[in-house]
T-cell receptor, first 115, second 115 residues
Framework: KAGVTQTPRYLIKTRGQQVTLSCSPISGHRSVSWYQQTPGQGLQFLFEYFSETQRNKGNFPGRFSGRQFSNSRSEMNVSTLELGDSALYLC??????????????FGPGTRLTVL | QQQVKQSPQSLIVQKGGISIINCAYENTAFDYFPWYQQFPGKGPALLIAIRPDVSEKKEGRFTISFNKSAKQFSLHIMDSQPGDSATYFCAAIEGLKAAGNKLTFGGGTRVLVKP
């Protein structure tokens, strides 16, 4: 079974631009979560989608948004990029939206650099 | 507010030695505690997980100890090998009480196993 794939793997943008990142979950997985990883703040939860509905949202500004399509693929969008948005953005998929005993499989991430 | 505190930030251990990583949490609603291992350029991967009704869980060379009253849990890596050199993250999730896969991560521990 193919793992979680994320595209693109690397991205360079300038301040003020917007960016869209894509995540394809493992086949059959309906839950997709997004995390931001930075050296200073560590791994922080952005949001989770299940069956095209946002189930949970982290403490990030409204510039961060996401969506999920009927085939479970997900995109996240960051508008009006700031230097502090430079990070590794990780996508994780799981079969269910129930947390316990429900392993989340992470993709390799998209490295976003904002200049 | 850091809900899961992890220590140490880094540690160096000789091959064959024991690596010990500690985590403490504040939110008593957490009821599932996974550990993740991350290699450079890769996303985190689930290593081992424990429920709070269990005081210890062992899988191969990896053991989790859990102290519910102290709200602390730890990972022991026995007979550490150079291939164990990675960053380890403890995490917590409200698995039963709330639907959703929101993982709250500790700050991470970079482990280096010297041959």
């Amino acid at each position: 079974k193919a793992g979680v794939t994320q595209t693109p793997r690397y991205l360079i943008k300038t301040r003020g631009q917007q960016v869209t990142l894509s995540c394809s979950p493992i086949s059959g997985h309906r839950s997709v979560s997004w995390y931001q990883q930075t050296p200073g703040q560590g791994l922080q939860f952005l949001f989770e989608y299940f069956s095209e509905t946002q189930r949970n949202k982290g403490n990030f500004p409204g510039r961060f948004s996401g969506r999920q399509f009927s085939n479970s693929r997900s995109e996240m969008n960051v508008s009006t990029l700031e230097l502090g948005d430079s990070a590794l953005y990780l996508c994780a998929s799981s079969p269910l939206t129930r947390g316990m005993d429900n392993e989340q499989f992470f993709g390799p991430g998209t490295r976003l650099t904002v200049l | 507010q850091q809900q899961v505190k992890q220590s140490p930030q880094s540690l160096i251990v000789q091959k064959g030695g024991i690596s010990i990583i500690n985590c403490a949490y504040e939110n008593t609603a957490f009821d599932y505690f996974p550990w993740y291992q991350q290699f450079p350029g890769k996303g985190p991967a689930l290593l081992i997980a424990i429920r709070p009704d269990v005081s210890e869980k062992k899988e191969g060379r990896f053991t989790i100890s859990f102290n519910k009253s102290a709200k602390q849990f730890s990972l022991h890596i026995m007979d550490s090998q150079p291939g164990d050199s990675a960053t380890y993250f403890c995490a917590a999730i409200e698995g039963l009480k709330a639907a959703g896969n929101k993982l709250t991560f500790g700050g991470g521990t970079r482990v280096l196993v010297k041959p």
